[in-house]
DNA sequence: AGTAATCCCGACAGATTCGGTCGGAATTCG
DNA sequence: CGAATTCCGACCGAATCTGTCGGGATTACT
């Protein structure tokens, strides 16, 4: 199982955008440029990135995108619902109400089966909850959290 | 993202084949009543299951499937990766040959990015190697494990 | 031997999603 | 005004998902 490119390019996108935090608006076609990407798809990740209010646009001419706030106040487990939908690894396990959705099991021996896919989308939010776009913008990653590199290379 | 219904359907027949463990190989048709799901689907499933080396089948009138070891010796792991593919939230993240697949990563921003698809998939694998299929028969979690259910409440 | 049950296997097919493309309208800056 | 840019909807080919169908091979039972 697997995320879509929309994930890949919109994070991709966001890192972008982070690196470029704090110059004004920056084109799509600039970014698309720079990451080799259709520009005429980026606009359709980045309207949702900007309806989930994690961009903000400006139109007209020396218009663009940029990040609606700095990057380590932007989780990326944001990014990844606005650009991939609820993380759910099945319908019976979203996080997005996080009471009363058992009625949607309906029958028995599914409940066990259930707890699996509960497992597994929390393991998921726990790992995105530790980290924001900031742990990937480049000068950040190098200068300040070196050490998870290196962790996660052979766990 | 989500795993796709070849992973729930799959599930699901290796809990009803894990609760059947002993007692001989059962018909797709019986399975297939009893977790109402279309029993020609579930013959595409099961050879992926059966190729895997999860179940195994006898053919001929009275023949059926069963499982190959003890549900305690079945990790989830496998199973979803015997219906699923290979457990990578993105091509570059794949977990199979462990070693030396750095070269397929050509552009160098989406190294950092990299590490957030890495650690995404760790998560999962940590999750599910820690869980077996007997943690799902209904019999043994109710009498064995009944705290994880608890603890994965609300976390 | 015959028959029923069952796995085995490949082909097909409708729906949906993926991964874009295209064209044009609206907005803003110079 | 004109150029740059976002905004937005329509369209489209390919792949995948979620099955269905038909028949062949194998075995147990009578």
Redesign the pocket.
């Known amino acids: 199982m697997s995320f ?3 994930g890949e390019y919109g994070v991709r996108l966001m890192v972008q955008l982070g690196r470029r935090y704090g110059g004004g608006p920056s ?3 600039e970014i698309a440029t720079e990451e080799d990407l ?1 520009r ?2 980026l ?2 990740l ?2 949702s990135l ?1 309806d989930a209010g994690l961009v903000i ?9 940029e990040l609606a706030r700095s990057p380590d106040e932007i989780p990326m487990i944001a990014v990844l619902r606005a650009l991939e939908g609820p993380i759910a690894p099945m319908i019976c396990a979203t996080d997005d109400s996080e009471a009363a959705h058992e009625p949607t099991c309906d029958r028995t021996a599914r409940c066990t089966v259930n707890f699996l896919w509960i497992r597994i989308r929390d393991a998921i939010s726990a790992t995105l909850d530790g980290m924001t776009l900031a742990d990937l913008v480049p000068e950040r990653v190098a200068l300040i959290q070196p050490m998870n590199l290196q962790e996660s290379r052979q766990p």
């Open positions: 879509s490119t929309k084109s799509l076609a259709p005429p798809y606009e359709q980045v309207m900007r646009s400006t139109r007209g001419s020396h218009g663009g995108y």
